[in-house]
């Protein structure tokens, strides 16, 4: 049975996952949480036997989508499954330490931090490095910058933050969808993510959506939590290549105005495979020039419909 006065529920969306997933969900039960309501986990359809893993767990409700639904949509549907004030979406290939989701509910509860919608945490891969998890909003110019990978060299006309060391609290645009804690009343208002976005920048389009709403996104370094980054994406490059350029050109057309939008799709369609291919070239590795033809095959493949269907398609 839910208890009402439990504050947070857990939402994982695993695909294919591994050992991983039941490692996220351990660290999650052995933190010993008061607040904690439930730990949902909405399985796309894995084919790897990792939910199964799962099956014996009498602490989490586990939820077969039977297909890949994307990660948005997913997530979506784990958050129907709760009623918690608070939704904590996290990445599979993530882990929380002892009394981090207590630190992060204590913080939001707080008097001075009622405006405050989103919350994120300092994040820490297996070599204990910190990530750099958090993000600008994009912009035309810092999309057309990553296209030719100007970005590397001038971080700061880019979106991610990497010129930053992550060590201090800060106001910012977006934290990263691995450890994402929202307040409910939000989230249903803003009827949770944009199911277009299939996989990537699903979790910064929300976010924009908060901060236009007028509520805070906060970063706190004081709280910690594992993220190895990368994934179960790491099993499909090429198909990670085209979702990655499908969802920058769906945001592109969400923000940008026709204009600014068309031209990250040009820039997209006749700089990037070019770019990438040099890149991939420099450093001999032809199996990553085969990804980057395949990954934009099916980009072209994808497009037609996806104008055709007035830009609505999932």
Not at 4 to 29: F, M, P, R, T, Y
Not at 142 to 149: D, I, K, R, S
Not at 267 to 281: C, F, G, N, Q
Not at 286 to 295: C, G
């Amino acid at each position: 049975m839910l208890n009402v006065s439990h504050k947070i529920d857990v939402v994982i969306v695993n695909w294919n996952s591994g050992d991983q997933v039941l490692e996220c969900v351990s660290s999650i039960a052995h933190g010993g949480d008061n607040d904690l309501a439930r730990i949902i986990v909405v399985d796309n359809g894995s084919t790897d036997g990792s939910e199964k893993l799962l099956l014996p767990l009498t602490d989490v409700q586990l939820i077969e989508a039977g297909r890949n639904l994307g990660f948005g949509k997913a997530c979506n549907l784990g958050a129907r499954h709760g009623k918690a004030k608070y939704i904590l979406f996290l990445n599979p290939d993530a882990a929380v330490y002892p009394a981090s989701l207590q630190a992060v509910l204590d913080y939001m509860e707080r008097s001075d931090t009622q405006d405050v919608g989103v919350c994120g945490v300092q994040l820490k891969d297996e070599h204990g490095e910190i990530s750099r998890s958090c993000t600008r909003f994009p912009t035309v110019i810092g999309f057309l910058a990553h296209t030719v990978g100007l970005d590397h060299f001038i971080p700061r006309l880019g979106h991610f933050m990497r010129e930053w060391d992550h060590e201090s609290d800060r106001s910012v645009d977006h934290v990263i969808g691995a450890f994402y804690l929202i307040r409910r009343e939000i989230f249903d208002k803003l009827q949770g993510f944009d199911e277009r976005f299939f996989v990537y920048l699903e979790d910064l389009d929300l976010s924009r959506r908060v901060k236009i709403e007028g509520w805070r996104v906060e970063f706190l370094s004081s709280v910690q939590a594992y993220h190895k980054g990368g994934g179960t994406s790491d099993q499909v490059k090429a198909r990670r290549l085209f979702y990655s350029q499908r969802s920058k050109i769906i945001y592109s057309y969400k923000y940008f105005g026709f204009l600014g939008a068309t031209l990250v799709l040009l820039s997209t369609l006749l700089l990037e495979p070019i770019s990438r291919t040099a890149i991939s070239v420099l450093r001999g590795s032809l199996s990553s020039v085969k990804e980057t033809w395949v990954a934009y095959g099916l980009l072209i493949s994808w497009l037609p419909g996806w104008v055709f269907k007035g830009r609505k398609e999932h």
